[in-house]
């Protein structure tokens, strides 16, 4: 069972549940992974978040979003 790590860094936390965030990298160990934050923890934008890492493990040629989708929108609803 091969895997790999996704790293988020989140941007923003909603009310809604969901969030908002970059992906970093995909590395295919977690060491990897963790030296990948602690060479961005000291930029801009990173370094005033240190809390909003997230590193998610997922399996290769395994679906791992089976609930459908979530539709965004940046329009003003009025």
Do not use: Q
């Amino acid at each position: 069972m091969n895997r790999v790590y996704f790293l988020y860094h989140i941007d923003e936390k909603r009310v809604d549940g969901y969030h908002h965030g970059k992906i970093i990298g995909i590395y295919s160990t977690l060491d990897l992974a963790k030296a990948a934050i602690d060479r961005f923890r000291d930029k801009p934008g990173f370094r005033d978040y240190p809390e909003r890492w997230k590193i998610y493990p997922r399996t290769i040629d395994r679906d791992s979003w089976t609930k459908g989708f979530v539709t965004e929108t940046h329009e003003r609803i009025a």
